[in-house]
């Protein structure tokens, strides 16, 4: 079966968010499917794309949704809304409540992994479970750690370069460029066999839609809004959760982030170390479908 057609069925327009259409995708089981759903929650720059090998597996026993952010995918990327963890969050939140209406595993990558805590610790009883995949975020520790004077002034010059607008297109141009986004994905993934032309398609064409500049620069921005801190959305989870590390994340330093996330995580917490770089949902599908579907069933 061709990659990209692995997720075409159940594509729908029929939801929308601050008055936006979203590009969902949904798909469920020939028979009837278990009391609760799944939604999946993809990373900066990515989309419903990025869980290809998925969506089919979990949909043979759950109901599955995923859909493209404000701001990415095939979703609109308007220039009149502040990009946010909160907005996300405000968008899963309402997606959930609106559209899956029954309690709902809330799956998150990167970015996404963020937003689904942030929407699994505000659901309440409609939240089922959360599992992240090397989930964005920061702890209130690590803002308020002191810094000597070097590391205070090169943060301080590195924000203000940051917000040159010639610089940050210049930087959106480049990173946007397909063998640009090739050498990304390979420096990410461990196990390179789904660095494909149709995940590198998958993240280049929306960045040329109008709008998708702005998403960035939001992102980027250093003073931007960045949410609440991880251990405070912790300490709201009244959920199940795993956490499914790619142990090889070369843009986390995955050692560290777990010591944070013992500190703070609920006790009825469940953690896996896998093989794997920054998406370990797309570079070992096989695994972390058979890790998902094991820890909801047991739930």
Partial sequence: MEKSALIDSGVTYNWNFLNYPI??????????????????????????????????????????????????????????????????????????????????????????GYAALAAGAELNDLNAGVILLNAAGYFSEEKTIKK????????TVAGIFLKNIVLQRLIFENMRNPKNIKKTLNQ??????????????????????????????????????????????????????????????PWMNTPKKRNLYKKFTPKNTKEIILDAGHCPHDEIPELVNQHILDWVDSL
Wanted: charged share 25%; hydrophobic share 40%.
């Fill in 23 to 112: 590009h969902t995708v949904s798909a469920k089981p020939e028979q009837k499917s278990k009391e609760c759903a799944i939604l999946l929650i993809h990373g900066f720059g990515a989309s419903t794309d990025h869980w290809r090998f998925n969506i089919p597996v979990l949909s043979t026993k759950y109901e599955v949704h995923a859909m493209d952010l404000l701001g990415f995918g095939k979703s609109p990327k308007p220039q009149d809304v502040e990009y946010s963890g909160s907005l996300w969050k405000d968008q899963v939140v309402a997606y959930v409540k609106e559209k899956i209406k029954k309690p709902t595993i809330i799956v998150g990558n990167s970015l996404g």
């Fill in 148 to 155: 000597n004077m070097l590391q205070t002034s090169i943060e």
């Fill in 188 to 249: 990410v993934y461990v196990d390179k066999k789904n660095v494909d032309d149709f995940l590198v398609e998958s993240i280049r064409k929306p960045s040329l839609d109008f709008g998708a500049f702005n998403v960035f620069r939001s992102v980027f921005n250093p003073s931007g809004p960045q949410g609440l801190p991880l251990d405070k959305l912790f300490a709201k989870l009244n959920s199940p959760l795993l956490l499914l590390w790619g142990g090889k994340d």
